[in-house]
């Protein structure tokens, strides 16, 4: 390869790598209804509803939420961040809440498309997605990186 291939072939590399670590560090966002007046969530109020700790926003409506499929690499990222569970830990925290009858963990859907149609159509549901696939379906109620 001459000297100019081999300097486009680096450059191409830097930038192919600089998207990637950009992709890689787009965050997650916690979604909710457009019509949801309830305004920004803290860290520790999404770890509750995601633990089954709190079933209601301040203002009263009742709060459902929805999780990814097990083996996504946002699912798991979420809990790791917000919730500071292992996919182990969460699974054994529901195992304990199911069998001493406290509540049952959330369902989940295939993939951030359906998540966010699922909190679309009403509200006080809440889930979480790669901030990559926000649209003006949903409101962004936390954004974590």
Do not use: C
């Not at 081999?6 to 209804?33: D, N």
């Not at 951030?112 to 962004?140: F, H, N, T």
């Amino acid at each position: 390869m001459n000297k100019m291939g081999s300097k486009y072939g680096q450059w191409l590399i830097a930038v192919i790598l600089l998207f990637a670590v950009s992709v890689a560090q787009a965050g997650i966002a916690v979604i909710g209804h457009s019509g949801d007046t309830v305004g920004n969530l803290t860290e520790h109020q999404v770890k509750d509803f995601y633990l089954g700790k709190v079933t209601a926003f301040n203002d009263g409506t009742h709060v459902d939420v929805i999780d990814l499929p097990e083996g996504n690499a946002v699912r798991d990222q979420f809990y790791d961040k917000v919730v500071g569970k292992s996919k182990a830990q969460v699974q054994a925290y529901w195992a304990k809440r199911i069998f001493t009858g406290k509540g049952t963990p959330p369902k989940s859907l295939e993939d951030a498309a359906a998540v966010k149609k699922w909190v679309a159509e009403k509200p006080g549901r809440l889930g979480y997605i790669d901030s990559s696939a926000v649209d003006d379906s949903v409101s962004v109620l936390l954004q974590i990186q």
